[in-house]
């Protein structure tokens, strides 16, 4: 397993003072990577944040390897109800390891797909039920809360669609992945004998992939878990480690966090030189975007930080984004993700046309020509002055793949101790939360209606004046 960090076009020497870093702004640096990494252990050995220890969760790996092996077989497609961290990282999984949509393999029972339920519009969950059929699907909910407002009511439609075809059968076809102990979720499925499998309650949903949340969607789909895990583990060795030279997720972090800093670059464009991994972009997306926004600093002082995720695909955004990227406002650090080996290079024919357009591709392949236009558009972002680093991922299987949502975890939660936030809770979500609880009806929401009703009417009164 090999993940590499080109941090070079991050260099003064590389990309000029104005927008690079500097050797002294880099050993200053040092000290405050160090207290990061101290003080994540910290939080780690206290038992605080959970997802280092995830990669040697055996047990549970265990008990989703054997309940996949009992209903193998009989489901053509999973069904997953959840959203955000309880969605994206099986999005990340499904599309690394069985291919980007829409050019997945044919499913069957043999080679199962995923159909993810992580939006509540009308048209979308209708077209969904309809491309499935309730006798070969295995509805997965996945809710660290139990209560997600999105989930649950999905999870209501697909249990009656189930519950219609099936009876008291469709018990047997759905499994749910939530906290141990609490929850309505839990709840239900012990009163309606469900299948259920936990999550640790120091893990938060953004940083799940590779508890139950992810893991059991990806057994069911035929995905090596333990291959993942293994990955994971190798990158979470590393990244305790205390060398900046080893530990790849700490020098990320600190020259991610420098850069932002020292040359106010507020948007990070995670740019992925393989469709493999664009699920893994948008889950990559959540995560800086969910763990890093934040208002105040552990001490309460008011800092309104966050640097803004953009995913961005090569080639393809670079007939979409480099314009912008290249002449725009230069307040972006672009992070590639290239990949070294495809299963298949994609050799394009040799056949000559005499068209000067056409003839020099000939006999190449489609995998020297993404490298090529990563590398070029590396080039040129640099002579720019636009600062750019590079994960380089030997192949895309799952190893890789586990070590490198490993690897973005540690850096992100690296980053949160460096900003001194708490980069594991989500407080600004709530608020909408309430309002939606108010809006639908909730029992205990009132002051949230209140609130609602005076917001609507300052908007009555809106005008633009004269
Ligand atoms: O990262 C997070 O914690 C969130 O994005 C949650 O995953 C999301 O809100 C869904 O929560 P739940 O799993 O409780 O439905």
Same mark, same amino acid.
């Given at each position: 397993?090999?993940?590499?960090?080109?941090?070079?076009?991050?260099?003064?020497?590389?990309?000029?003072?104005?927008?690079?870093?500097?050797?002294?702004?880099?050993?200053?640096?040092?000290?405050?990577?160090?207290?990061?990494?101290?003080?994540?252990?910290?939080?780690?050995?206290?038992?605080?944040?959970?997802?280092?220890?995830?990669?040697?969760?055996?047990?549970?790996?265990?008990?989703?390897?054997?309940?996949?092996?009992?209903?193998?077989?009989?489901?053509?497609?999973?069904?997953?109800?959840?959203?955000?961290?309880?969605?994206?990282?099986?999005?990340?999984?499904?599309?690394? *390891?069985?291919?980007?949509?829409?050019?997945?393999?044919?499913?069957?029972?043999? @080679?199962?797909?995923?159909?993810?339920?992580?939006?509540?519009?009308?048209?979308?969950?209708?077209?969904?039920?309809?491309? *499935?059929?309730?006798?070969?699907?295995?509805?997965?909910?996945?809710?660290?809360?139990?209560?997600?407002?999105?989930?649950?009511?999905?999870?209501?439609?697909?249990?009656?669609?189930?519950?219609?075809?099936?009876?008291?059968?469709?018990?047997?076809?759905?499994?749910?992945?939530?906290?141990?102990?609490?929850?309505?979720? @839990?709840?239900?499925?012990?009163?309606?004998?469900?299948?259920?499998?936990?999550?640790?309650?120091?893990?938060?949903?953004?940083?799940?992939?590779?508890?139950?949340?992810?893991?059991?969607?990806?057994?069911?789909?035929?995905?090596?878990?333990?291959?993942?895990?293994?990955?994971?583990?190798?990158?979470?060795?590393?990244?305790?480690?205390?060398?900046?030279?080893?530990?790849?997720?700490?020098?990320?972090?600190?020259?991610?966090?420098?850069?932002?800093?020292?040359?106010?670059?507020?948007?990070?464009?995670?740019?992925?030189?393989?469709?493999?991994?664009?699920?893994?972009?948008?889950? +990559?997306?959540?995560?800086?975007?969910?763990?890093?926004?934040?208002?105040?600093?552990?001490?309460?002082?008011?800092?309104?930080?966050?640097?803004?995720?953009?995913?961005?695909?090569?080639?393809?955004?670079?007939?979409?984004?480099?314009?912008?990227? *290249?002449?725009?406002?230069?307040?972006?650090?672009?992070?590639?993700?290239?990949?070294?080996?495809?299963?298949?290079?994609?050799?394009?024919?040799?056949?000559?046309?005499?068209?000067?357009?056409?003839?020099?591709?000939?006999?190449?392949?489609?995998?020297?020509?993404?490298?090529?236009?990563?590398?070029?558009?590396?080039?040129?972002?640099?002579?720019?002055?636009?600062?750019?680093?590079?994960?380089?991922?030997?192949?895309?299987?799952?190893?890789?793949?586990?070590? +490198?949502?490993?690897?973005?975890?540690?850096?992100?939660?690296?980053?949160?101790?460096?900003?001194?936030?708490?980069?594991?809770?989500?407080?600004?979500?709530?608020?909408?939360?309430? +309002?939606? +609880?108010?809006?639908?009806?909730?029992?205990?929401?009132?002051?949230?209606?209140?609130?609602?009703?005076?917001?609507?009417?300052?908007?009555?009164?809106?005008?633009?004046?004269?």
């Amino acid at each position: 397993m090999a993940i590499l960090f080109d941090h070079s076009n991050l260099l003064a020497s590389v990309i000029g003072e104005e927008n690079g870093l500097t050797p002294a702004e880099i050993k200053q640096a040092g000290p405050g990577a160090r207290h990061a990494l101290a003080s994540l252990r910290k939080g780690f050995d206290a038992g605080t944040y959970g997802f280092p220890a995830l990669p040697y969760q055996t047990e549970i790996a265990k008990s989703i390897l054997k309940y996949a092996g009992e209903v193998r077989g009989t489901f053509d497609t999973v069904c997953l109800v959840g959203i955000g961290g309880s969605a994206l990282g099986s999005w990340a999984l499904d599309c690394g *390891m069985r291919g980007p949509h829409p050019v997945q393999r044919a499913f069957s029972a043999a @080679n199962p797909r995923l159909v993810i339920l992580d939006n509540v519009d009308p048209s979308f969950i209708a077209a969904a039920l309809e491309s *499935m059929n309730p006798k070969k699907t295995l509805a997965v909910v996945v809710a660290k809360s139990g209560s997600t407002a999105e989930t649950i009511a999905t999870f209501l439609i697909v249990r009656n669609w189930l519950t219609a075809k099936l009876g008291r059968k469709a018990s047997a076809r759905i499994a749910v992945v939530t906290s141990a102990g609490k929850g309505d979720l @839990n709840q239900l499925a012990a009163n309606e004998d469900y299948a259920t499998f936990y999550l640790p309650d120091n893990v938060g949903g953004r940083f799940s992939v590779l508890s139950a949340v992810g893991l059991l969607p990806a057994a069911l789909i035929g995905i090596d878990i333990r291959k993942l895990l293994k990955g994971a583990a190798a990158m979470t060795e590393t990244a305790w480690q205390k060398s900046l030279d080893t530990n790849t997720a700490l020098r990320a972090a600190m020259l991610h966090h420098l850069i932002w800093k020292s040359r106010n670059k507020t948007i990070q464009v995670a740019f992925p030189y393989s469709n493999r991994l664009w699920g893994t972009a948008f889950w +990559f997306r959540q995560l800086w975007a969910e763990s890093l926004g934040k208002a105040r600093t552990r001490q309460g002082v008011q800092v309104h930080t966050g640097q803004t995720p953009v995913a961005a695909l090569g080639t393809t955004d670079q007939h979409s984004q480099v314009q912008l990227y *290249m002449e725009g406002p230069n307040d972006k650090v672009f992070t590639f993700w290239g990949v070294n080996k495809f299963p298949d290079a994609g050799r394009i024919p040799k056949d000559r046309t005499g068209f000067e357009a056409f003839d020099y591709l000939a006999g190449q392949n489609l995998a020297t020509l993404i490298d090529a236009e990563r590398r070029a558009t590396a080039a040129a972002l640099t002579e720019n002055g636009r600062p750019n680093c590079t994960f380089m991922l030997d192949r895309v299987d799952e190893e890789h793949l586990g070590a +490198f949502l490993q690897l973005m975890e540690f850096e992100t939660a690296f980053v949160g101790e460096m900003l001194d936030i708490n980069a594991f809770d989500q407080e600004g979500v709530e608020l909408g939360k309430k +309002f939606t +609880f108010a809006l639908m009806g909730r029992k205990g929401y009132g002051e949230y209606s209140q609130r609602f009703d005076n917001y609507e009417k300052k908007r009555a009164k809106a005008t633009l004046g004269k």
